[in-house]
């Protein structure tokens, strides 16, 4: 008996200490909403704050009463991300979804602000802020099209002063006399003759909040959507349009301040359309676009004898392998990673020929090779 009512209080103290476990975590995760998160505080989400950060040669956080580095937010922002989507992506899992987003939101807002600084900050002896070169008005605008500010064209302009301190410069200046429509499409037409390539209507020019911007100019004041990051990271890969005369003003034209026309070049056919992928979360979908695409892949390689079936599983990947969880960081598709895109095919819930939905699955596999 005395055994018994020992265990009984040992259970009672480990459930009044998983509960109070669960109240600090709750506490901590509504914390760091009310931190960080819009409408609470919405100085993490403002264009003109970029500004503040890369000029900034510290950062010191206030909340309240208490205050803390900008490093100490990072230093535990990166280990979470990395444990989260690796290791101990199982312990997330336990989280609510809603917490799990809060989060993951927390700790890329965190890096965010990390990563510009150390793109900003050269550590030398006189210790001024320096934009690394490789930032372009492009890059600008995709990294920060997230950010808001109460006039719109100050999703451009707030961004020139980074440009300036690399020592580059932009035909773009300040002018609030311009419209809107005015100003994105003059950045469009920039970001095309800076980076010589038309990788800029790789942005997503159909998710726009507005409808009186010309096809070609994309909304800077629309979020991006959910792999917006990773398909602009991995966009300068495989640049089907990258030549000198691309930067040449005689090769643009502009005709009525709307329509655009330039040089172009014939690369192929196209021999047969599939349906395409939609968005959203909805698995089934994703099975059954992918289960599609695979049987006509291989009805069209038995009927004009082609090859393109051992090459499906490039198509299926943009030819690209994120090596980052956010798919920030990307590089081009070896033969080596075939391999791993045969597991993603076996282990994946999105994969019409996992084992975890279709047993057995030996036979559908060879479509994936």
């Given at each position: 008996m005395l055994r018994i009512e020992h265990r009984h209080k040992e259970i009672e103290g480990s459930r009044i200490t998983l509960e109070k476990d669960d109240k600090d975590q709750l506490l901590l995760i509504e914390a760091l909403r009310k931190m960080m998160q819009p409408p609470f505080t919405p100085w993490w989400s403002r264009i003109w704050t970029v500004q503040e950060i890369a000029v900034a040669q510290t950062i010191l956080v206030v909340y309240g009463t208490m205050s803390a580095p900008g490093s100490l937010f990072a230093c535990a922002a990166g280990p979470y991300i990395h444990h989260s989507t690796s290791c101990c992506s199982e312990s997330v899992t336990r989280l609510s979804t809603d917490q799990a987003k809060v989060l993951a939101d927390c700790c890329n807002r965190i890096l965010g602000i990390e990563e510009l600084q150390m793109k900003t900050q050269r550590h030398d002896s006189g210790g001024m802020g320096e934009l690394e070169p490789d930032w372009s008005l492009l890059e600008l605008l995709r990294k920060?099209?997230?950010?808001?500010?109460?006039?719109?064209?100050?999703?451009?302009?707030?961004?020139?002063?980074?440009?300036?301190?690399?020592?580059?410069?932009?035909?773009?200046?300040?002018?609030?006399?311009?419209?809107?429509?005015?100003?994105?499409?003059?950045?469009?037409?920039?970001?095309?003759?800076?980076?010589?390539?038309?990788s800029v209507f790789s942005t997503d020019l159909g998710r726009k909040f507005r409808d009186d911007l010309p096809s070609w100019v994309?909304?800077?004041?629309?979020?991006?959507?959910?792999?917006?990051?990773?398909?602009?990271?991995?966009?300068?890969?495989?640049?089907?349009?990258?030549?000198?005369?691309?930067?040449?003003?005689?090769?643009?034209?502009?005709?009525?301040?709307?329509?655009?026309?330039?040089?172009?070049?014939?690369?192929?056919?196209?021999?047969?359309?599939?349906?395409?992928?939609?968005?959203?979360?909805?698995?089934?979908?994703?099975?059954?676009?992918?289960?599609?695409?695979?049987?006509?892949?291989?009805?069209?390689?038995n009927e004009v004898n082609?090859?393109?079936?051992?090459?499906?599983?490039?198509?299926?990947?943009?030819?690209?392998?994120?090596?980052?969880?956010?798919?920030?960081?990307?590089?081009?598709?070896?033969?080596?990673?075939?391999?791993?895109?045969?597991?993603?095919?076996?282990?994946?819930?999105?994969?019409?020929?996992?084992?975890?939905?279709?047993l057995p699955c030996s036979k559908t596999v060879v479509q994936w090779r």
């Open positions: 920060f099209r997230d950010r808001r500010a109460t006039d719109p064209r100050d999703k451009v302009y707030a961004l020139l002063n980074l440009i300036a301190r690399s020592g580059t410069s932009t035909e773009i200046i300040p002018d609030y006399t311009l419209s809107e429509i005015e100003v994105y499409s003059r950045a469009t037409l920039v970001c095309i003759r800076e980076n010589s390539n038309l994309p909304d800077w004041g629309a979020p991006g959507g959910l792999f917006y990051e990773a398909r602009a990271a991995a966009t300068e890969l495989y640049s089907a349009y990258h030549v000198d005369r691309a930067a040449h003003p005689q090769t643009i034209h502009l005709f009525g301040g709307r329509a655009l026309t330039l040089h172009g070049s014939a690369l192929g056919s196209i021999d047969y359309a599939c349906e395409i992928q939609w968005g959203g979360d909805i698995r089934e979908i994703w099975r059954d676009t992918l289960s599609h695409w695979g049987k006509t892949v291989t009805k069209f390689d082609t090859v393109f079936r051992q090459d499906f599983w490039r198509l299926i990947c943009g030819d690209v392998i994120c090596k980052t969880p956010n798919g920030s960081n990307a590089r081009r598709a070896r033969s080596e990673d075939e391999l791993t895109f045969i597991t993603w095919a076996l282990e994946s819930s999105l994969s019409p020929h996992s084992l975890k939905y279709s």
